[in-house]
Nanobody, 124 residues
């Protein structure tokens, strides 16, 4: 079992920045690849970014490339999502997730564990 707790969400103006954190507890954090997803009202939960167990080879959804950065600190059992140049369309509840599958996956169904989510609100 892995428990995930997100933090760092809030209200920011368009063009601003936020850094989300996802703290893990339970099983060995380094044995999981990690992902961030988001869900806006009335929309399905969508992939944002993912990172491998070692922290290499991050993958991003096209609309966040160049603006968002996923990273992890295995010693702290924490995954981060740094978000810059935020746009109103980035507004959503952001979830971190963990998968025991090898490699990186963008598929929501491949993730075994989920956090409760943190709200990101971007004002125009």
């Amino acid at each position: 079992q892995v428990q995930l707790v997100e933090s760092g969400g809030g209200l920011v103006q368009a063009g601003g920045s936020l850094r989300l954190s996802c703290a893990a507890s339970g099983r060995t954090f380094s044995s999981f690849s990690m992902g961030w997803f988001r869900q806006a009202p009335g929309k399905e939960r969508e992939f944002v970014a993912a990172i491998s167990r070692s922290g290499a080879t991050p993958v991003y959804e096209d609309s966040v490339k160049g603006r968002f950065t996923i990273s992890r600190d295995n010693a702290k059992k924490t995954t981060y999502l740094s978000m810059n140049m935020l746009k109103p369309e980035d507004m959503a509840v952001y979830y971190c997730a963990a998968t025991s599958r090898l490699g990186i996956t963008t598929q929501r169904g491949a993730y075994d564990y989920w956090g409760q989510g943190t709200q990101v609100t971007v004002s125009s």
